[in-house]
């Protein structure tokens, strides 16, 4: 279910109100620390209308991606807290507090979330200004985003080349700055393609992100053996089901030398191990494959 | 004599404006100049649809081959589309319509911090086509596809830590071979037919999507020239600014046929163009774009 502009416009209403009120405690946001009581919480966003936005051509196929790990998650019992499209998509939902962001209520007030629209190595990007503090606007951009301090731990941004490492820096993008709590952020190091799994085209096709959930939640028991996938290795399969050969899937995650834990090897709440959250983490890895 | 002028100068403009009209609407809508530097010259008007043939296999064919190719034991299960059999951390999987995988999870995935013993090149494709060899042994390989080399890639992973220690290392080589049906390619997620090589030579993946197929019948296709310009329509698929594109060189366009995963079933493998190529920027940049443009014509 979407929240209409309506919903929005309450929020929006909410918080002047708010602010209005308790001006003193809004200049300096209190953070809720680490919420993981509830480990099952998603929220979307996708962008397919750019409206000519610095000449950002359309695409077609975002909601349906985004929208399909939305519901699949749904499904199983997620608690499903936004779902943002188009015009209803918002960079301020991804962005910090120190950048007059609202993550906390949206990205970063959930466990699990998804974007998928244009992306650039510094940015993310979307066909509407909600730009709070009037710097970089129309995108998220990775000086913006500081995510799970509050309650994230893990991101899709599926979107052309913002996990690119071309130039050695991803870690000094969206890495350092970006992880405060966060256990991974999945998206590509290349182009995508703007599609679906097309089964026969053009009228029957399968939602990547609704197959992504799949292989998260799909259990194989063959006595005495059983196999599951990793919150990683189930990006990792859905974009090779996914792209052809000429795309490079990516991952950045968090990693702890001392247990050799990286945040990619999280399993889904409920069907494996869950790391900890690092609030400040001293080290970080990087994974590119072919697609 | 006043009326004719008018009626003359009427008509000479309302020319002018229909001249400037159809010369728009021959212009992409930024304004930008588009090159094609490549026209593929052997493009027929048809070509066929091709229709998926699969095959079944018993539980007891699916537990030899996995067990004979890959050296994983198990009891073959049900799984979407075909059959799965799982030994430890090793899976095979073989599909109805011709798909085989083999992964063994914990090497493919985990990658480790100190540099793996990967063989050299010419070692790694003599491994993947001695795999392939007996692949085909076991009626495995396709007899509808073309399949040769392609090209040898890698994954890679990266560890990076706080005092600016950076460690990269390649997780495995893979060895991909092309597809192609009469000698136009498969093309997309299906179409990879790829082995994995890690430490030591061993063989830790395999992805063969092996589609067994015969023509369904022929359907008009667009011309290259017309899948451009439906390209321009769609957009090019990079955030780039769109009024600082000054050119778009298109460098290539290929013909290809749209491959979904194994599992999914399709009745059907259709024609697409995937046309690549710069945009050039106003300010010298130049970005690398690909799309897939649908190529039968509507």
Redesign the interface.
Known sequence: MKFDTINKAKVLLLLCLTTFLALPLFTSPAIAGNDDSDLNEVGVEWVENYH?V?????L?WTSEEAEGFYNRLGEIGWTKKFDFGDDLAWEADFEKPAVNGWDYLYADNVDFAYFAG???PDAF?FGTKHDWDGTYLYCVHYSEAEWGDQDLEWIVISA?NVLN?EY?D??SRW??PVFKGLHAIFGFAT?R???P??????FWW?SPGARFVDYMTTV?I?DP?V?M??I??SW?RTT???????VYGAALAV?D?ST?YRGWDDYLPGYGYVGPDIDN??????????? | MKAKTISKVVIALSLALLLALLANSLRPA?GEVVVIEATPSNIPSKVAVLEVILAELTKEQASDIALSIFGVR??A?K?RGGW??????K?VRLYRTGGVEFFD?YK??K?C?TPQKLPATDECVRIAKELLKKLEAHGLVPKGLEMTFAEL??????????NGT?KTFL?NI?V?FALSYNGIPI???G??A?VYIGEGGEVVGF?GRFWEVRSAGEVSILRPEEAVQKLKE????????????SKVIVKSIELVY?A??PD?????L?P?YVVKGVLVGKDGRIF?????V?AIRS
Not at chain 2, 84 to 89: K, L, Q
Not at chain 2, 153 to 162: R, S
Not at chain 2, 234 to 245: A, F, I, K, T
């Open positions: 000519g610095y000449g950002m051509n359309n077609t244009h992306g650039t990007w052309c490492d050695s991803v870690f890495g350092w182009i393609y703007d599609q799994i097309w089964i026969l085209y053009p399968e194989y063959t053996f196999i996938y990793s990683g290795e990792r090779i089901d996914w792209q052809p050969s000429d990693y030398p050799d983490p001293t080290s970080l890895v990087y994974m590119r494959w072919q697609c | 930024s198990g009891e299960q799984i799965m059999i799982v030994e430890g951390s899976e999870n493919m995935s990658g911090l890639a890698n994954d890679t992973i990266v560890f990076a830590f706080k950076r997780n893979h991909n093309w997309g997620p179409a990879k790829r992805i769609l957009g090019y698929g990079r955030s780039v600014p769109r009024e600082m594109v749209y979904p995963p999914v079933e399709p009745t059907q259709v697409f690398d774009f690909a799309q897939a649908p």
